[in-house]
T-cell receptor, first 118, second 116 residues
Framework: AQSVTQLGSHVSVSEGALVLLRCNYS??????LFWYVQYPNQGLQLLLK??????LVKGINGFEAEFKKSETSFHLTKPSAHMSDAAEYFC????????????????FGQGTTLQVKP | ETGVTQTPRHLVMGMTNKKSLKCEQH?????MYWYKQSAKKPLELMFV???????ENNSVPSRFSPECPNSSHLFLHLHTLQPEDSALYLC???????????????FGPGTRLTVT
């Protein structure tokens, strides 16, 4: 079975500072991992995804994430926070029953609210 | 219209009402999902439809009744809801293919439901 844990329900950074949102996963097979962002009163939007190609994945809005198998982590980073980055961020893992086919389902973490201070 | 649309965006209903939420995807996808998002709780998967067939019902109470008439439309029929059903209901879609290949899910903006 697969699962994902986001460390820290709230993260606060100053504008221009580094953003680091943590995600750890559990999976007995190579995982497919996603980061989504949700702005107030909107649905979830894909930021980036890891599907076993390059371990450093670049996404939209200057975000990137690095897959580290040894640490079972997929942390999201951005070098310099903007006020517009304030939102809720979700890490998700694709599930598989047998390791050779996907179930079409995603398991989401609890979410991390990013606050950006002027 | 592009992407995934949901109507209405906001809905207030009494516990004895019957209402329906609508989702439409314009992406040529073949799988659709209903999620419930409550404050301070993880996203909860409610139903999954693949090629119009329901493949998952995550122990959702029968007062929620999904309908998928074709691969582009998904409905959630609501009746005799409880105040704890107040939440943001999100629809998503994806293109399922065989093997481990995974495409991301695309989400609609959600319907904010308040049960009074």
């Amino acid at each position: 079975a697969q699962s994902v844990t986001q460390l820290g329900s709230h993260v606060s950074v100053s504008e221009g500072a580094l953003v680091l949102l943590r995600c750890n996963y559990s999976s007995s097979v190579p995982p497919y991992l996603f980061w989504y962002v949700q702005y107030p009163n909107q649905g979830l939007q894909l930021l980036l995804k890891y599907t076993s190609a390059a371990t450093l994945v670049k996404g939209i809005n200057g975000f990137e994430a690095e897959f580290k198998k040894s640490e079972t982590s997929f942390h999201l980073t951005k070098p310099s926070a903007h006020m517009s980055d304030a939102a809720e961020y979700f890490c998700a893992v694709s599930t598989t029953l047998d390791g050779s086919s996907n179930t079409g389902k995603l398991i989401f973490g609890q979410g991390t609210t990013l606050q950006v201070k002027p | 219209e592009t992407g995934v649309t949901q109507t209405p965006r906001h809905l207030v209903m009494g516990m004895t009402n019957k209402k329906s939420l609508k989702c439409e995807q314009h992406l040529g996808h073949n799988a659709m999902y209903w999620y419930k998002q409550s404050a301070k709780k993880p996203l909860e998967l409610m139903f999954v439809y693949n090629f119009k067939e329901q493949t998952e019902n995550n122990s959702v109470p029968s007062r929620f009744s999904p309908e998928c008439p074709n691969s582009s439309h998904l409905f959630l029929h609501l009746h005799t809801l409880q105040p704890e059903d107040s939440a943001l209901y999100l629809c998503a879609s994806t293109k399922r293919s065989g093997g481990r290949a995974v495409d991301e899910q695309y989400f609609g903006p959600g319907t904010r439901l308040t049960v009074t």
